[in-house]
């Protein structure tokens, strides 16, 4: 098998899979924060850029304070593991929630700011798991 039809780890596996990048992101695609958000995109980042981006009204920021804390969570629970979700980079985001997260083995990286696109890109870079 060629170098350049191995993965990046060179482990012999094929090509690396794309790493699927979640970031809250608002009308003008800048980063925001992920318990509130409207709009979540969804970024395939693969050999030092981004594939796949699609955006997605998810309505966190209405449906936010409409229950308890626990059913909230498990919407976005719900969100991440039917788009496959790997990462999520957000400006910020709850303590409880980046737990829950972790708990299901997704990175979380906060503190982005700016193009929702280029957070995609510098998260989706990292190891896709904790």
Do not use: Y
Not at 64 to 84: I, L, P
Request: charged residues 20%; aromatic residues 4%; without cysteine.
């Amino acid at each position: 098998m060629s170098t350049a039809n191995r993965d990046k780890q060179g482990d012999g596996q094929g090509p690396a899979q794309p790493t699927v990048v979640a970031v809250p992101i608002d009308e003008h695609g800048w980063v925001g924060p992920w318990g509130r958000a409207h709009r979540v995109a969804l970024a395939k980042v693969q050999d030092g850029a981004v594939t796949a981006w699609e955006e997605l009204e998810v309505g966190w920021d209405a449906l936010h304070d409409t229950g308890s804390e626990a059913a909230h969570h498990a919407r976005v629970a719900r969100f991440v593991k039917q788009h496959g979700v790997q990462v999520v980079a957000a400006a910020h985001m709850g303590r409880d929630m980046q737990a829950m997260l972790e708990r299901m083995h997704l990175r979380v990286s906060l503190g982005n700011s700016g193009d929702g696109h280029h957070a995609a890109l510098v998260a989706g870079q990292g190891p896709a798991t904790p």
